[in-house]
């Protein structure tokens, strides 16, 4: 959350000649509701299943880049699809720095009490908490770009470089 996926993915995708998925937005022109309103109406539990069944579908093609949610990640099920289908990409960016970039969204349902935005203090305490409970899967990621100083090109560089390291090619011969 808060870490660029949604400004970085579709750039990277473009700069790598593949596709883009927002797997949020996918969820929400499957509901046919906003993230938001899904939370409010069938809870976390009902989001989080139907986050799986996105994202095993998307997982099935090749050459995409896939922006997560932030607690994607931390469903050890999403994990295991995602290190089988592809590279994880973890743009790392700090508690502070997190803060920042989201203190005035109202469109983070983990992050709002009802229709009530958090105080300045809760809403950090939300975020360190958020972090200290996903850090261990976002760590298993396979690429580790810290963003809280890079532009974003830099980072789409970076990723770039990176992933064409880790492709591998389909035949050597």
Same mark, same amino acid.
């Given at each position: ?31 046919? +509701?906003?993230?938001?309103?899904? $939370?409010?109406?069938?809870? *976390? +539990? $009902? ?46 960016? !700090? ?23 958090? !105080? !300045?203090?809760?809403?950090?305490? +939300? ?8 850090? +261990? ?32 090619? *389909?035949?050597?011969?």
């Amino acid at each position: 959350m808060g870490a660029g996926k949604s400004t970085i993915g579709p750039i990277l995708a473009n700069t790598l000649g593949w596709d883009y998925y927002d797997l949020d937005k996918v969820i929400e022109e499957k509901i046919g +509701k906003k993230i938001k309103q899904i $939370f409010d109406d069938e809870g *976390e +539990k $009902f989001f989080r299943e139907t986050e799986r069944e996105v994202l095993t579908e998307l997982s099935k093609g090749e050459n995409l880049i896939i922006a997560l949610g932030g607690g994607t990640i931390a469903n050890p099920s999403n994990l295991k699809i995602l290190k089988y289908s592809g590279d994880i990409v973890y743009l790392k960016v !700090s508690p502070e720095e997190i803060f920042k970039r989201v203190a005035f969204k109202k469109d983070r349902p983990l992050l709002n009490q009802g229709d009530q935005k958090f !105080s !300045s203090e809760l809403l950090k305490e +939300k975020i360190h908490q958020l972090y200290v409970e996903r850090i +261990k899967f976002y760590e298993q990621a396979d690429i580790i770009i810290d963003t809280d100083y890079s532009t974003v090109g830099q980072t789409v560089d970076e990723i770039s470089k990176l992933i064409y390291k880790l492709k591998k090619p *389909e035949h050597p011969f």
